[in-house]
């Protein structure tokens, strides 16, 4: 005799409640760049004091790269591009890039 396998339908999801992944804003050191001026960038780009500044400042030109903060991804890129071209607009190498948290 012929059966009749009934299915019943799985309409249960998992609740998607994840917080978006944050990024890093990273600094990256240069032998060109003037100390003071990747002092001021931080100050006017990441709203730091100048003793918070001049810390990642001096991280960054000692060991290659320092991380600034970290924002959603749009505020992370933002930020990021804004503050390689305040650096750009005065002929300097300066560089900030993003990447996700782990
Ligand atoms: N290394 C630069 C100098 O000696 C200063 C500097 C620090 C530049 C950090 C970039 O991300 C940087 N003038």
């Given at each position: 005799m012929a059966q009749t396998t009934i299915v019943k339908p799985r309409t249960a999801v998992k609740p998607k409640v994840e917080r978006p992944r944050l990024h890093k804003v990273i600094l990256i050191n240069d032998d060109y760049t003037p100390r003071e001026f990747v002092v001021m960038v931080l100050k006017a780009?990441?709203?730091?004091t100048e003793d918070e500044a001049y810390k990642v400042m001096i991280t960054a030109h000692r060991r290659g790269v320092c991380v600034v903060a970290v924002y959603t991804r749009d505020v992370a890129e933002t930020k990021a591009t804004r503050a390689t071209d305040l650096g750009r607009s005065k002929g300097y190498p300066l560089m900030f890039t993003t990447e996700p948290e782990e």
């Amino acid at each position: 005799m012929a059966q009749t396998t009934i299915v019943k339908p799985r309409t249960a999801v998992k609740p998607k409640v994840e917080r978006p992944r944050l990024h890093k804003v990273i600094l990256i050191n240069d032998d060109y760049t003037p100390r003071e001026f990747v002092v001021m960038v931080l100050k006017a780009e990441f709203r730091m004091t100048e003793d918070e500044a001049y810390k990642v400042m001096i991280t960054a030109h000692r060991r290659g790269v320092c991380v600034v903060a970290v924002y959603t991804r749009d505020v992370a890129e933002t930020k990021a591009t804004r503050a390689t071209d305040l650096g750009r607009s005065k002929g300097y190498p300066l560089m900030f890039t993003t990447e996700p948290e782990e």
